[in-house]
């Protein structure tokens, strides 16, 4: 099959290509650097070769199979459109397509069998959620299907390499007393900054309605969410420190067990042995990792747990990746008409 990543010269894409070789790279018989006019021309490594970057233009005449998206909302707006309508299934990790009525919200471990109910025989756009929305997700669904989720009060802690490589100098620039151009207003080096996506007129930021939103669409409408997200001096992952609140009282022997036998969880909540999850050991994996289980004891019915996972891996790319492999077990490209 032949497929297009858009955006490859990015920090996403990058990170896609290399979960490409190790998940997919069987299946590929073309690979597609795609990129906005600036970075034509360039090359990437893709399975130990260099390969050139095409604008888009020239991938939409490719008709590929499968286009996965990293390169920001309006490339999204505009391109993945028009790769739909030459028959390719596109995969889009902005949130220009996320909350459209019509469009699949998919983490394959939740609800990934919407991808098996719908027609993509002549192409079509699923999106990817926002990072942080899919660990929090990961995190609640094996308990919500048993407790039933009411309300749920996230602070995140997310690193810098969410904002994108211009962040990630500037916290190396800064830690090594180098001038640089900034990605943020202030220095992160040392800091915390309460602010990740711009402020909206409600008071909250996008990144925290994001994951308002995004949560109701993959789980259930009827959850309250209400969020904090926070940009911290880290490159590894995201944290984030979740109360939930749910129908019902809950069994704390019973929570674990969910959780460390939910697909894509790992239990790391030893105490005794001061063992948590932290960005440094989920950096460059692929599952969410959930810790410091307790109940809040000033709420009834209410669970406080910490949630960590690679932004980069389950947070985009892997996510992206996963819903391909589902695709291809319903074997959606196999069926796929081109349209001439």
């Not at 991808?115 to 079509?124: A, E, I, M």
């Not at 990144?207 to 949560?215: A, N, Q, S």
């Not at 609140?245 to 005794?272: C, I, K, W, Y």
């Amino acid at each position: 099959m032949k497929v297009a990543v858009v955006g490859a010269t990015g920090m996403v894409g990058g990170v896609m290509l290399k979960v490409l070789e190790e998940r997919f790279s069987d299946r590929i018989d073309t690979l597609l650097p795609v990129a906005t006019a600036g970075s034509i021309g360039r090359t990437v490594r893709y399975n130990g070769k260099e390969i050139s970057v095409i604008g888009m233009e020239e991938a939409v005449k490719e008709r590929p199979d499968l286009a996965l998206f990293s390169a920001g909302g309006g490339t999204s707006l505009e391109w993945a459109p028009k790769f739909a309508d030459v028959g390719t299934i596109v995969i889009d990790n902005s949130s220009a397509w996320r909350m459209d009525a019509d469009k699949l919200l998919i983490v394959p471990e939740i609800n990934g069998k919407l991808l098996s109910s719908t027609d993509f025989s002549k192409g079509g756009i699923i999106a990817n959620p926002n990072c942080s929305t899919i660990q929090l997700v990961m995190a609640l669904a094996p308990l919500h299907a048993r407790y039933t989720v009411e309300r749920v009060v996230v602070s995140t802690y997310q690193s810098v390499t969410g904002t994108g490589m211009k962040a990630v100098k500037q916290l190396d620039d800064e830690r090594n007393g180098r001038e640089g151009e900034r990605a943020y207003p202030y220095p992160i080096n040392g800091n915390v900054l309460a602010r990740c996506d711009e402020f909206l007129d409600n008071g909250y930021t996008k990144e925290e309605m994001k994951l308002t939103w995004e949560t109701k669409k993959i789980l259930d409408p009827a959850i309250r969410v209400t969020a904090t997200a926070v940009r911290v001096p880290v490159t590894g992952g995201h944290s984030e420190a979740v109360n939930v609140q749910f129908a019902t009282d809950f069994d704390m022997t019973e929570v674990r067990r969910l959780l460390s036998q939910a697909p894509g969880v790992e239990l790391v909540d030893n105490p005794t042995m001061d063992a948590y999850p932290m960005p440094l050991h989920a950096n460059g994996k692929d599952a969410v990792f959930v810790g410091r289980l307790r109940r809040d004891e000033s709420q009834p019915n209410t669970l406080n747990m910490w949630v960590v996972a690679d932004n980069l891996r389950k947070g985009a790319a892997t996510n992206a990746v996963q819903i391909a492999e589902m695709l291809i077990a319903d074997r959606v490209f196999k069926t796929a008409a081109k349209v001439s």
